[in-house]
């Protein structure tokens, strides 16, 4: 009956005292067990029947607290080591008789060194050789079941910079040579233990052991910076290659993926430094928050959620109304009021700005017309609306305009759209394509926060801008800052001698409002007239101001 199973098997007993002894077996069995390092001459004096694991599945099975009767274990060491899996079956007992059952073995080598050699590819980047994201992981979560006061871990991500350039440029097989290139250079600046990865396209990820803590990690990044300071040899070409490397210190039991995670967020701010940066719980919190904010704005968005406040805009000579600056407000349920200078940076980042951009304009001329409606007249008013760099490159600005004119029933000259200096820095020639636009909707265009950014004269000599807004910043430091006055007479001589208005923001006292009538300033808006105000509030207090 063995001699017809095509598996090594053999039939097994247990005697009154305890001992195990094989009754039958059949070739492949024999074949088996020869080949395996059992070394005795009879298989019933072998150690594995008296005592380990085996002896240990054979007595519990036949004493019946074992009615599984499974086991896989290993035979033999490295290279020659054989993997097996035990099953154990019972047999029918005749009276008086020992117990019995059929033991049988299946080599599981080939299918065991198969698992590890696909285990070890999914481990392997194929490109590098390195370990890959996977394998990284694994290791992170090894070293910190070693973490101790005496040695601490960190985590290195190295991002290399402008590689999707050179990739599109030169070619997918001129990129995966300096990704080897670089991951060579990588292992130069590794000490003994370190451990590389290549964890993404051109990312590269680097455990390294501390003794003296964040300085150990910092000067692992001085040395990975040092490497690739030699220019890489592409073809005919040398490129300078310079990354960004983000440090994240291990604590104790931390999920490795938290740790990675930390590291990458370390990068982005090593990107906008120009240096390794180490990450640090409170930046990544405010991350958090900005991402709380995207969303809850989103939904704000959605709701309807946000008003419009607006901050009167006083004639300095006759001390009149002459318009209003719209100003974006949100008052969240649960946080209470969140400030412009917090969420309006968070709409530019994640594209609501264009959102964002149209209800504020559309708003803004609905609620000029419903004045008009108020007073039964067209008042000597207009609106400012402000205008984001992102809006100016991504939407059809004009067309937004144009489209609450019409639906408001306004025309263009009562409404002005603010710009930074920033929009028109960064595609001119798409600013002025856009101002021009607006110039033939009879739209007034100011430049806002005129002398923070880096605006050439020659673009205030070529676009069309009606309006330049002086800074706060200038403003309110007239009054003790000799070199804000300066500052300030320039922008009103640059002003008059280009034919341009001008705006002063910031003005709290009523002496900054006196000196800057009294230097030709057109304009201004600050506390000192008013806070922006709801839009019933703002009709009533043009009334006030009314003929003064």
Same mark, same amino acid.
């Given at each position: 009956?063995?001699?017809?199973?095509?598996?090594?098997?053999?039939?097994?007993?247990?005697?009154?005292?305890?001992?195990?002894?094989?009754?039958?077996?059949?070739?492949?069995?024999?074949?088996?067990?020869?080949?395996?390092?059992?070394?005795?001459?009879?298989?019933?004096?072998?150690?594995?029947?008296? $005592?380990?694991?085996?002896?240990?599945?054979?007595?519990?099975?036949?004493?019946?607290?074992?009615?599984?009767?499974?086991?896989?274990?290993? #035979?033999?060491?490295?290279?020659?080591?054989?993997?097996?899996?035990?099953?154990?079956?019972?047999?029918?007992?005749?009276?008086?008789?020992?117990?019995?059952?059929?033991?049988?073995?299946?080599?599981?080598?080939?299918?065991?060194?198969?698992?590890?050699?696909?285990?070890?590819?999914?481990?392997?980047?194929?490109?590098?050789?390195?370990?890959?994201?996977?394998?990284?992981?694994?290791?992170?979560?090894?070293?910190?079941?070693?973490?101790?006061?005496?040695?601490?871990?960190?985590?290195?991500?190295?991002?290399?910079?402008?590689?999707?350039?050179? &990739?599109?440029?030169?070619?997918?097989?001129?990129?995966?040579?300096?990704?080897?290139?670089?991951?060579?250079?990588?292992?130069?600046?590794?000490?003994?233990?370190?451990?590389?990865?290549?964890?993404?396209?051109?990312?590269?990820?680097?455990?390294?052991?501390?003794?003296?803590?964040?300085?150990?990690?910092?000067?692992?990044?001085?040395?990975?910076?040092?490497?690739?300071?030699?220019?890489?040899?592409?073809?005919?070409?040398?490129?300078?290659?310079?990354?960004?490397?983000?440090?994240?210190?291990?604590?104790?039991?931390? $999920?490795?993926?938290?740790?990675?995670? &930390?590291?990458?967020?370390?990068?982005?701010?090593?990107?906008?430094?120009?240096?390794?940066?180490?990450?640090?719980?409170?930046?990544?919190?405010?991350?958090?928050?900005?991402?709380?904010?995207?969303?809850?704005?989103?939904?704000?968005?959605?709701?309807?959620?946000?008003?419009?406040?607006?901050?009167?805009?006083?004639?300095?000579?006759?001390?009149?109304?002459?318009?209003?600056?719209?100003?974006?407000?949100?008052?969240?349920?649960?946080?209470?009021?969140?400030?412009?200078?917090?969420?309006?940076?968070?709409?530019?980042?994640?594209?609501?700005?264009?959102?964002?951009?149209?209800?504020?304009?559309?708003?803004?001329?609905?609620?000029?017309?419903?004045?008009?409606?108020?007073?039964?007249?067209?008042?000597?008013?207009?609106?400012?609306? &402000?205008?984001?760099?992102?809006?100016?490159?991504?939407?059809?600005?004009?067309?937004?305009?144009?489209?609450?004119?019409?639906?408001?029933?306004?025309?263009? #000259?009562?409404?002005?759209?603010?710009?930074?200096?920033?929009?028109?820095?960064?595609?001119?020639?798409?600013?002025?394509?856009?101002?021009?636009?607006?110039?033939?909707?009879?739209?007034?265009?100011?430049?806002?926060?005129?002398?923070?950014?880096?605006?050439?004269?020659?673009?205030?000599?070529?676009?069309?801008?009606?309006?330049?807004?002086?800074?706060?910043?200038?403003?309110?430091?007239?009054?003790?800052?000799?070199?804000?006055?300066?500052?300030?007479?320039?922008?009103?001589?640059?002003?008059?001698?280009?034919?341009?208005?001008?705006?002063?923001?910031?003005?709290?006292?009523?002496?900054?409002?006196?000196?800057?009538?009294?230097?030709?300033?057109?304009?201004?808006?600050?506390?000192?007239?008013?806070?922006?105000?709801?839009?019933?509030?703002?009709?009533?207090?043009?009334?006030?101001?009314?003929?003064?």
């Amino acid at each position: 009956m063995l001699g017809a199973l095509p598996i090594a098997a053999a039939v097994v007993t247990q005697h009154d005292d305890g001992s195990i002894h094989v009754l039958a077996h059949n070739s492949r069995f024999r074949e088996t067990v020869s080949a395996s390092t059992c070394s005795a001459l009879e298989w019933d004096q072998a150690d594995c029947l008296k $005592d380990g694991p085996i002896a240990e599945l054979l007595t519990n099975f036949f004493a019946g607290t074992d009615t599984v009767g499974e086991l896989e274990f290993q #035979d033999g060491e490295g290279v020659a080591a054989h993997y097996f899996r035990m099953k154990l079956a019972p047999l029918p007992r005749a009276h008086g008789a020992s117990p019995r059952c059929l033991l049988s073995l299946v080599d599981r080598t080939v299918e065991v060194q198969s698992e590890r050699t696909l285990r070890a590819e999914m481990l392997r980047d194929s490109l590098t050789g390195l370990p890959n994201r996977l394998a990284f992981t694994e290791a992170i979560e090894k070293a910190g079941e070693k973490v101790s006061r005496d040695l601490e871990h960190a985590v290195l991500v190295v991002d290399m910079l402008r590689f999707s350039r050179i &990739n599109e440029s030169m070619g997918g097989l001129a990129g995966d040579e300096l990704l080897i290139t670089f991951a060579r250079r990588l292992i130069l600046a590794l000490r003994g233990g370190d451990i590389l990865a290549r964890t993404g396209g051109n990312e590269f990820g680097v455990l390294v052991s501390l003794r003296r803590g964040v300085e150990d990690a910092l000067k692992a990044a001085e040395r990975i910076q040092q490497v690739m300071t030699t220019p890489f040899r592409l073809s005919d070409l040398e490129i300078r290659i310079e990354c960004a490397i983000g440090v994240a210190l291990m604590d104790a039991r931390q $999920d490795p993926e938290e740790l990675f995670r &930390n590291a990458q967020f370390a990068v982005k701010q090593a990107k906008q430094v120009g240096k390794p940066q180490v990450y640090e719980p409170k930046e990544a919190s405010l991350a958090r928050r900005r991402f709380s904010i995207e969303t809850e704005l989103r939904r704000a968005l959605e709701k309807d959620q946000l008003k419009l406040f607006y901050q009167p805009l006083i004639d300095l000579k006759s001390g009149e109304v002459a318009g209003f600056e719209a100003l974006a407000r949100w008052t969240h349920e649960e946080r209470g009021e969140i400030s412009p200078t917090e969420f309006i940076p968070v709409a530019e980042e994640s594209g609501l700005i264009l959102t964002l951009g149209r209800w504020a304009m559309d708003r803004a001329t609905q609620t000029l017309a419903s004045w008009d409606r108020a007073a039964g007249e067209k008042l000597p008013l207009y609106v400012a609306v &402000n205008l984001s760099a992102i809006q100016v490159a991504r939407d059809d600005v004009a067309g937004v305009v144009a489209g609450a004119l019409k639906s408001s029933g306004l025309t263009g #000259d009562r409404l002005t759209l603010e710009l930074t200096e920033s929009s028109i820095v960064q595609d001119p020639g798409r600013a002025t394509r856009v101002f021009e636009a607006l110039k033939a909707l009879d739209c007034t265009v100011s430049m806002d926060d005129f002398g923070t950014g880096y605006s050439s004269l020659a673009f205030l000599q070529r676009l069309p801008i009606d309006v330049l807004k002086i800074d706060r910043s200038f403003v309110s430091g007239m009054m003790v800052d000799p070199d804000s006055v300066a500052i300030v007479r320039a922008v009103l001589s640059l002003a008059e001698a280009l034919g341009m208005s001008t705006t002063a923001e910031g003005i709290e006292t009523v002496e900054l409002a006196t000196t800057l009538a009294a230097l030709g300033c057109a304009s201004g808006q600050g506390f000192y007239y008013a806070k922006p105000l709801e839009p019933a509030a703002a009709l009533d207090y043009w009334r006030s101001r009314k003929g003064r």
